[in-house]
Structure formats: C-alpha cells, structure tokens
C-alpha cells in the first residue's frame, strides 16, 4: 500500500524506523514516565520495542499509515515518535495521530511540530476526514498538544485495549486544524 515517507518540519526529521533505532527507541520506552503514560507492563523489554517497530514498519507498508522516528534536525538526535496509528481493534476510534517523546526532550514543542505534520499527512496524503487522539485524563500536557491540533474532546470511555482506565477520544476534523 505505501511506503513511509521522510517529512522535514522546522526542526524535525520524520524518518522511518531503522534497525539501529533500536536502543534509542526503548532507552525512551523504558523510562518511568513513557512506561506511565503508555501503561507498558514490566515485561516491556528490547524484544517488545523491536516488535513495535517492526509493526509501525509493517502498518505503514499494509494500510499507509504508521509511526515516523522524530530525530532534530540539527543534531540527528532521537527525540521520539509521532504519526498516524491505526490498530486493527474492533473499538479503536480510527486513525490515531500519536506521539512519544523522551522525556529528555519535553518542553521544547516537538510533540505539537510533529502531531502538526502528521495531522496535516492524514488530511492530505491518507485523505481522511476526521483523526482521532487517545489520551488518559490526567495526561494535560498531551491534551494542550491535541488542542494545538485543533482538536476537541469528543468523549471519555473505556477501551478494550486498556479495559482499566477511560481515555479521551479526542477528535479532529479536516479544515479546523
């Protein structure tokens, strides 16, 4: 279906994964706060982050869409990950504009620069009309990135992903970003 592009913004570079992605990726994975926000288990080892990569790799090339690699572009640094998520799970919202920064790069807004290319990829690239936001409750500075997306809380619900804890569906539509 597609191949993952490479998009430039101000300050980032959108890339895909690479094998040698590998220790950046799940140094960021591992750290207490990324483990938080994104409920991983204790089990969450180099295997699962190389098998999350593999699988944003293979989304993108089965349904174009996927997660980039977020480096700066000033200094090749690892930053995070952003893009477009679309799981196959029966009560997923739809197509998923995400984002997972090392917290060592929080603050800096690469998180709202990163969720703006990918929500204007989704609108434009993948043609969809509207793009979801999953984001627990208490999570306010991922809420205050969505709402620079133009985004609005559509409703809180539990998902069969994470039957523990209600999420936000936050929701964005084509022409109000």
Do not use: K
């Not at 101000?10 to 890339?15: G, Q």
């Not at 869409?65 to 799970?89: C, K, Q």
Request: hydrophobic fraction near 40%; glycine fraction near 12%.
């Amino acid at each position: 279906m597609g191949v993952c592009p490479t998009i430039e913004t101000d300050r980032l570079v959108l890339r895909p994964f690479r094998d040698d992605d590998l220790e950046d990726y799940f140094s960021m994975m591992d750290t207490p706060e990324v483990r938080r926000w994104l409920h991983l288990p204790r089990t969450f080892d180099r295997d699962a982050a190389w098998a999350q990569m593999a699988a944003f790799a293979g989304q993108w090339t089965l349904r174009g869409t996927g997660l980039w690699v977020l480096e700066e572009r000033s200094t090749g640094r690892f930053v995070g990950r952003a893009g477009l998520h679309n799981p196959v799970r029966d009560d997923w919202p739809g197509v998923e504009v995400g984002w997972t920064l090392d917290p060592s790069s929080w603050g800096n807004g690469y998180a709202t620069e990163a969720g703006i290319a990918a929500r204007d990829y989704g609108f434009g690239e993948c043609g969809v009309d509207r793009l979801y936001s999953c984001i627990l409750p208490d999570n306010l500075p991922s809420q205050a990135v969505a709402r620079r997306l133009g985004f609005a809380l559509l409703e809180e619900r539990v998902m069969a992903w994470y039957p523990d804890a209600p999420h936000g569906i936050w929701v964005g539509e084509r022409g109000n970003g």
